[in-house]
């Protein structure tokens, strides 16, 4: 399997799927986003899907916060309230959870399992919505 990143768009729903796909470095990770980012139309109108079931590698801190600042460019502050949705049975991603939302302030975040559990919540119809984490 070779490493990559996948990135859809779904204009219609103005939802962006990104699948980490093997070991990818981290500042592959972050080039990688932030030029599909920039390429886009608006993408602070979009939620966005994180599917990371199939990363094998880490993201440091450092590569996170500069992603936030590349968002923070971007975006700037026209994306309160869009959601991200990260799929992942990772500790390391639960543990990061609170990061996410530091470093991500205008944008609500949840941790899923399954990809089903996640277009419920990013599609608004989840049973719960409070929880910082699905189970």
Known sequence: MRPR????IDDSQ??????????LPGHEIVEALSANLKSMDAPWLYDMVFDMRRFEGFVPFEELTLLAMNWAEIAKGR?????VAIISEDPLV???FSAYRQEF????????????????WISGAAAHETPSLAS
């Open 5 to 8: 990143l996948s990135f859809n």
């Open 79 to 83: 994306d309160k309230g869009r959601k």
């Open 14 to 23: 103005k939802l962006v799927v990104i699948r980490y796909i093997g070991n």
């Open 94 to 96: 639960q543990a990061r």
């Open 105 to 120: 302030p205008t944008r609500e975040f949840r941790v899923f399992k399954d990809f089903g559990e996640t277009s419920a």
